[in-house]
Every structure is written in structure tokens, then in C-alpha cells.
């Protein structure tokens, strides 16, 4: 329903990166989650966070929601080529997803 929009980043195998997403007024007090896209499966592996302020629990993707400045802030480690393409997204309290990110990871 909003602005899907595509960032590159670059890694090393087995390393970490730290994306963001910008998200939309209209979504602020929803919950924001990164999943990774797995061939026709757009989340086969998802990490959601519902509180402003607070890093969601360790794991291999870890999540940031500052409803302040609108962005939730992410921090991929152990990243392989297998796991290139993410998306950040927002989902309604009646479950409804909306993918607002794409985000693709080039692994060095």
C-alpha cells in the first residue's frame, strides 16, 4: 500500500550488515519485521519487533523500531549467499503484511 522500494548492500561472508527502512506515518504503531525471501516464499524466515525503542532478542537478525524518526533498523550477521534477499515490511493488527523494502545483500 505504500512505497516498495529496493536497497543494495554489500557484505562478507559470514559477516554482519545493518540496514534501514523508512516507513509511513500511517504504520507507526504497527509491527515492523524483516524476513528473508526464500524462491516463492517471501518470508520463510521472519524477525518482528512491536515496541518503539527496544532491539528485538538476539538471533541472527536483531530489530530496531524508532517510531520517532519512522525507521526500523536492522542487523543481519552470519550472512551467506544463500540469504541475499530480505524485505522490511509492516503488519496491521489485523495481520495484514505490507512489504515496504526490499532489500538485497551482494556477498564479498
Request: charged share 25%.
Amino acid at each position: 500500500d505504500c512505497c516498495v522500494k529496493s536497497i543494495s548492500l554489500s557484505a562478507a561472508a559470514g559477516g554482519s550488515v545493518n540496514i534501514s527502512c523508512k516507513y509511513p506515518q500511517s504504520h507507526i504503531n504497527d509491527v515492523k519485521f524483516l524476513c528473508w525471501r526464500s524462491g516463492d516464499d517471501l518470508c520463510a524466515e521472519e524477525t518482528s519487533v512491536n515496541q518503539s525503542r527496544r532491539w528485538s532478542p538476539e538471533g541472527k537478525i536483531q530489530l530496531y523500531d524508532d517510531r520517532e524518526k519512522q525507521l526500523l533498523t536492522g542487523r543481519i550477521s552470519h550472512v551467506t549467499e544463500q540469504h541475499s534477499e530480505y524485505w522490511c515490511g509492516v503488519q496491521s493488527d489485523q495481520g495484514h503484511k505490507s512489504f515496504i523494502t526490499r532489500v538485497q545483500i551482494r556477498v564479498t
